[in-house]
DNA sequence: CATGCTAAGCTAAGAATTCTAGGTATGGGA
DNA sequence: TCCCATACCTAGAATTCTTAGCTTAGCATG
């Protein structure tokens, strides 16, 4: 047996980013955000329904991405979720916060 | 006038490891603590002190640091504290599961 | 055709961490 | 003497995540 796939527990905040970066490839439904999520991190990140889908609600709130009810390719009906224009601003933003915090913590544990 | 320090709060989680391995190096006192953590960010990172005095009371009570009352360079009192065997056996776990899920992530966002 | 599995969506309650916004005390310089 | 910076602390709100459920429906298997 393998490694379970880690919970998302120590980056909460990175989860909206991950979502945005993979809607940005291709639209998708909830469940298929998880396995994508799941299987690009070779296996590491394992995302919660119960994170998932408030953090899909909020993503829409703030109209960074738009769901509509359809069709997935197994013939079961789901929310497509697609990015919207604001919402790739917003994950260019998160994307250079993110890059800057992870260079800031780096200088920490490395600083003498 | 330079950019504002980022308050932590995209990682939380991040933040015990900043402390241990900021104290195993030097012993230090909380505000020491803040203010090393700032300066070897490049001022990036600003630890609130609501966030810091909760957190080294939790590293204390899990028996990875110690703190003593004492006195500073300044002749100011302070309570010192000093990492443990057990907190650097810690900081050498969050500093690989850190490691792990930035990769993780990197994954995700670098996925075609 | 009944049963069950998997895909797919959702929610409520609690845990954990952080921020906001206060408060207290004291050494040293103006 | 007065103020500022150093130094510590806490309560309450906000946010996010986890736990632990529930519901529906396609499809495969017996």
């Known amino acids: 047996m393998g490694r379970k796939p880690q919970k998302n527990d120590s980056l909460p905040g990175s ?4 979502i945005l970066r993979t809607l940005s490839r291709h639209s ?3 469940y298929g955000i998880v396995q994508f999520i799941q299987q ?3 296996n590491e990140l394992l995302i ?3 994170s998932l889908y ?3 609600q909020r993503l829409e709130l703030n109209g960074w991405i738009d769901g509509a009810w359809g069709v997935t390719p197994n013939n079961r009906k789901a929310r497509i979720y697609k990015i919207t224009a604001a919402g ?4 260019n933003v998160e994307t250079k916060k993110y890059a800057k915090l992870t260079l800031a913590i780096a200088r920490v544990m490395e600083a003498q």
């Open 15 to 18: 989860l909206d980013m991950l």
């Open 28 to 30: 998708l439904h909830g």
């Open 40 to 42: 690009s991190s070779g």
């Open 48 to 50: 919660e329904e119960g």
């Open 54 to 56: 408030p953090a899909l």
């Open 88 to 91: 790739r601003k917003q994950l």
